[in-house]
């Protein structure tokens, strides 16, 4: 079964950085497309980024420019890198599959906020 493990959210001022990272136990990412998802409170979770076997990437419009989805397979970890943060990013932010598998890690909180 595989364990989806989120880190490196945090409180940043609008503007900022932040890389996520995602690990994985039990599946090996760079079998399958990959993606970032998040879910602001009180809305449904949304895929906004995602990485295919073969390294091509896809963002949504919102997000373009400014996020950089990656894979490091020696560390079976998937990164994303988030410059240029709006409040608008404030969620909580997973990974996972594209068509995900049925266990979401707890995710990492994102605040942008001044």
């Known amino acids: 079964q595989v364990q989806l493990v989120e880190s490196g959210g945090g409180l940043v001022q609008p503007g900022g950085s932040l890389r996520l990272s995602c690990a994985a136990r039990g599946k090996i990412f760079s079998f399958y497309t990959m993606g970032w998802y998040r879910q602001a409170p009180g809305k449904q979770r949304d895929l906004v980024a995602s990485?295919?076997?073969?390294?091509?990437?896809n963002y949504v419009d919102s997000v373009k420019g400014r996020f950089t989805i990656s894979r490091d397979n020696a560390k079976n970890t998937l990164y994303l890198q988030m410059n240029s943060l709006k409040p608008e990013d404030t969620a909580v932010y997973y990974c996972?599959?594209?068509?995900?598998?049925?266990?979401w890690g707890q995710g990492t909180q994102v605040t942008v906020s001044s």
């Open positions: 996972n599959k594209v068509d995900p598998w049925g266990v």
């Open positions: 990485l295919t076997t073969g390294g091509n990437t």
